[in-house]
Structure formats: C-alpha cells, structure tokens
C-alpha cells in the first residue's frame, strides 16, 4: 500500500518561495509506471493540478500553464520522494497543497495535505 | 488548457435516490477522465477511472459512463455515507484539469 508523507512550513511570507516535500512508502519515485503530482485546492480555485514528475527512461516533468513559470518539481531518488518549489508567492497561492501518485494518471494515492498560508 | 464543467454545483437529494452528476469537456478527450469523491475535511478518493472503470472496493451503485466531451457519474441508490462532494477530472493532455464540483446535499 503506498503511503504519502508531506511536510514543509505552513506559512510563507509574499514574494518568497513555497517548499514542500513528499515522502513516498510502498512505491518508488523511479517507477516506470507512476507519476507523482502536486495539487493544490483553496474555496476560491477549488481543486488544481499544479504539476508531476515522472521516469519514462529518463526524468520528465509536466506543469500547469498557470504556474509554469514559477514551479519546479524535482524526485530525489536517494531518499525516495519528491518536492514542490513554487517562487514569488501571493496571498492567492494560499491552499491546502496535496502530493498524489498517479498510476499513472488518475491519482489514486494521495497526502494528507498540507494547509499553507501566504501572509507577511 | 481543457475547462472541465461540471453540473449542477448542488444537488440535492434523499436516500435511495438515483443521482446524476454530468461533466462535459471543451475539447474530446476520448475516455480519459476520472471521478472522485471527497468529504469535508478529507482528501478526495478516486471512485473510478477511464470513464467507466470501478476502482476495486468502490462499491458497485457508482458508476460511471461517456465519451469525447459528455460524461456522467451516477449514484443508483444514494446511501447516507454518499452525501459529499464529487469531482470530474480530466487526464487526456499533458495537463490535467478539475470540475468545480458537485455537493451532494439532503
């Protein structure tokens, strides 16, 4: 059974950057037949997929034209997990941020979810 | 990106009732959209996958149909543990994008 473990600070100040991890048990960040994705979901945007990572030979990555500029998503395969940077946030990325494995597009697998705020 | 609209944004409903949720795409993608289930406080659960495909343990008054841009969820006999939100999601493109959601509601 695959089991997600997020963690990172729940409060970010404007313009600085968002960074979580997400720690992956009963599966591999390697896999060649799972994707690992952030979610994000606040009453304003409702649910939105922000990105994946994912290993198809080689390592590739996926992002939300929303963010594309700002994000980064990168697997570390040492410690078997994967994480979020998003850059120069607002108050309006202030969500409730979720990682998912997807296997390999519907999510089947997802973190408890981690509550961040963007306020000074 | 491919809008996902989903209706009705609240339904509302009793036990043992037959209920439709409908989600319909700006552009075809094919089968590949997925639903989910999720209650307050919690994370969403993928109820089923590539239109029509039950997720093993889901049970089987869920279920799901459609194809190209029109796709619908239906509960056939709504249970008390059914009342939550419900999402479509679609996975065709190299992006991935959500409905609005549908609270399910006495």
């Known amino acids: 059974q695959v089991q997600l473990q997020q963690s990172g600070p729940g409060l970010v100040k404007p313009s600085q950057t968002l960074s979580l991890t997400c720690a992956i048990s009963g599966d591999s960040v390697s896999s060649n037949s799972a994707a690992w994705n952030w979610i994000r979901q606040s009453p304003s945007r409702g649910i939105e997929w922000l990105g994946r990572t994912y290993y198809r030979s080689k390592w590739k990555n996926d992002y939300a034209v929303s963010v594309k500029s700002r994000i980064t998503i990168n697997p570390d395969m040492s410690k078997n997990l994967f994480s979020l940077r998003l850059t120069s946030v607002t108050p309006e990325d202030t969500a409730v941020y979720y990682c998912?494995?997807?296997?390999?597009?519907?999510?089947?697998?997802w973190g408890r979810g981690t509550p961040v705020t963007v306020s000074s | 990106d491919i809008q996902m609209t989903q209706f009705p944004s609240t339904l509302s409903a009793s036990v043992g009732d037959r209920v439709t949720i409908t989600c319909r795409a700006s552009q075809s993608i094919s089968s590949w959209l997925a639903w989910y289930q999720q209650k307050a406080g919690k994370v969403p659960n993928l109820l089923i996958y590539k239109a029509s495909s039950l997720k093993s343990g889901v049970p089987s008054r869920f279920s799901g149909s459609g194809s190209g841009t029109e796709f619908t969820l239906t509960i056939s006999s709504l249970q008390p543990n059914d009342f939550a939100t419900y999402y479509c999601q679609q996975y065709d493109s190299y992006s991935v994008t959500f409905g609005q959601g549908t609270k399910v509601e006495f």
């Open positions: 998912a494995r997807g296997s390999p597009r519907e999510l089947t697998d």
